[in-house]
């Protein structure tokens, strides 16, 4: 069982303030997706990340995928309260094309007006 | 609105019970996966469906069971219920088969087992 760790599990910021969100696994990727989950709903996917070292933004929202492979981040800048959320990582380990995610436990983020 | 439906939103039973959980994926979408989000181990991946075909086994225990209709909705079942299976199960819809296609999740069906 492909084993994803994200930390922290839990943060509390103020409005403005600067974070980021770490996913880690001791297994290489073939590929890896951010998904932002808000209470009620399912998960929605914010960026896919395909090659080692490769850097994406969306936004205040910086996402890196680590050279090896095995590991991701995520940075938000100046964070708003709408940034609230459960943010997941989730990779996709097999090599047959399938497509089946492997969900990290997540960090839930609480931004304080 | 991803366009993925499940049915029913949320489902409260006993200890031994069988249920069915419904799901239909977008139009065009031939890929169902199903997943399982609990507070304590977060989402796990159940089990895919492509095309009506099972195509990939995760974490799924016996006492359940998946299926994909010609019309390519999906059902999912759980039977012998257990309070351990207190959960939010996902469904999530993509066009292809594979490849790093995004996944559409549906808003999920809470279920209660009391």
């Known amino acids: 069982t492909q084993l994803l760790e994200q930390s922290p599990q839990f943060l509390s910021i103020q409005e403005g303030e600067n974070l980021t969100v770490y996913c880690n696994s001791s297994?290489?990727?073939?590929?890896l997706q951010w998904y932002r989950q808000e209470p009620g709903e399912g998960p929605v996917l914010l960026v896919t990340?395909?090659?080692?070292?490769e850097v994406k933004k969306l936004k205040r929202l910086t996402f890196q995928f680590g050279d090896a492979r095995k590991d991701s981040s995520l940075h938000i800048t100046a964070a708003q309260p709408g940034d609230t959320g459960l943010y997941l990582c989730?990779?996709?380990?097999?090599?047959?094309?399938?497509?089946?995610?492997?969900f990290g436990t997540g960090t839930r983020l609480t931004v304080i007006p | 609105d991803s366009g993925v439906t499940q049915t029913p939103k949320h489902l409260i039973t006993a200890t031994g019970q069988r249920v069915t959980l419904r799901c239909s994926p977008r139009s065009g979408d031939l890929s169902v996966y199903w997943y399982q989000q609990s507070l304590d181990q977060g989402l796990q991946f159940l089990i895919h469906y492509y095309n009506g075909e099972e195509r990939a086994k995760g974490n799924i225990l016996e006492r359940f069971s998946a299926q994909q209709f010609p019309d390519l909705h999906s059902e999912l079942n759980l039977s012998s219920l257990e309070l351990g299976d207190s959960a939010l199960y996902f469904c999530a819809s993509t066009q292809a088969g594979g490849g790093y296609n995004e996944q559409f999740f549906g808003p999920g069906t809470r279920l209660t087992v009391l």
């Open positions: 990340v395909v090659t080692g070292g």
């Open positions: 989730a990779g996709v380990f097999d090599q047959t094309g399938a497509n089946n995610l492997f």
């Open positions: 297994s290489v990727f073939s590929s």
